[in-house]
Structure formats: C-alpha cells, structure tokens
C-alpha cells in the first residue's frame, strides 16, 4: 500500500471532524480550548450540547441529561501532565458553560488504560461524579450550581471566626431611657 492511499483515510477522517466542529460552532459557538506555550498546543478540551454528538447514543450509559454538555476529551502533551492542565481545562470549560447557560458537565469515561476516552480517575479528580455505574464506559456529571466548594478546613476556620465575632448592640437613640425602655425628654439646650 503506498503512502498516499493510506493518508486518504486520515484526511478523511480529519475533513468529518473539521466538519463536525464547524457545525457546533455555527449552532452552540466554540467545541474546544486549547492550551498553549508560545505556538505550541500542550493541551485541549472538546465538548459539544448532547444532541450534536452523532455516536453518543451507542454507550450503554446514555443518554446524557438535556442540561448537560458532554466532554468529549481532555488532553495534555506528556511533558505537562500532573501539572494541573488538565484541570484547568475543565475549570475553563465549565466557566464557558456557564456563560452558556449550561447548567452542568458530563462525560462519558473508560476505566480502560490507553482508551482514547477521557480517564474516570481524572475526571473524579477535577470534580465528577459517577452518575451512571458501567464496567467500561461510566458517565460521570459535574454540576455548575455545585462547583465551588468550600474546603474543609476553610469551612472550621470561618467557624471559628464566626464565634470570635460578637455581634454589638444597636445604637440607642438620644434621649432613651434603657431600663424604663422608653423616650427621655432631652433638654433644649444643655447645661
């Protein structure tokens, strides 16, 4: 087989995802983010409303909620990851969603190493849950109402705050007689 025929499936394939992309852009806006370093990508995100991904329906852990968009798939150049990339990714994809009304994030994930699916570790990392339980191909959510979260030890700190604090009595008015809780005639003028 020479060069040129098997490149033809490649080209292929690459026009279909071209063209997939330039459809939910033109319906939803951008399906992607990408990480850079000068002119280098070292990282992406895909995601795409539920109803404009074609073969989401052949997980057995679908369908997706109508609230939801779907990650398609977060990656990160070798030399980056374990950096916290991947997580920004996801912190900037939700940010968009937002922004689109989107009320969460969903994902279909593989349990298998060396899936070209998104890793479910890494996803429950970032702040997915599962919603769906699948030997292979879980669906995990994250909720935007739900994100930011506060940490434990931010939480018993605020508390201890919280207890500091005492709340001081309000003003008086002049002229109030605290025991009789009553209005005090004042004088005119003092003396």
């Known amino acids: 087989m020479t060069s040129s ?3 033809e499936p490649l080209n292929e394939g690459r026009s279909v995802k071209r063209e997939w992309a330039e459809t939910v852009e033109r319906q939803w806006g951008s399906c992607g983010l990408v990480a850079t370093n000068g002119d280098r990508v070292i990282g992406y995100l895909t995601m795409a409303p539920a109803l404009l991904v074609p073969r989401l329906g ?4 679908t ?17 980056y990851a ?12 939700a940010a968009v969603a937002v922004k689109r009304d989107v009320r969460a994030l969903e ?3 593989s349990h298998r190493q060396n899936s070209c699916m998104v890793p479910v570790g890494f996803l429950e990392a970032v702040g997915f849950t599962i919603i769906r339980h699948h030997p292979l191909t879980p669906r995990l959510r994250m909720d935007l109402q739900t ?7 931010l939480v018993a700190a605020w508390s201890r705050l919280r207890s ?3 709340r001081p009595a309000p003003p008086e008015p002049v002229g109030f007689d605290p025991v009789r809780n009553e209005p005090v005639p004042r004088p005119l003028v003092e003396q």
């Open 164 to 166: 500091l604090a005492v």
């Open 82 to 93: 374990g950096h916290g990339l991947g997580r920004q990714l996801v912190q900037a994809a």
């Open 58 to 61: 052949s997980f057995a852990s």
């Open 107 to 109: 994902a279909i994930a």
């Open 147 to 153: 994100t930011v979260r506060w940490r434990p030890d």
């Open 5 to 7: 025929r098997r490149a």
């Open 63 to 79: 369908p997706v909620s109508q609230d939801a968009a779907v990650v398609l798939n977060v990656r990160v150049v070798d030399e």
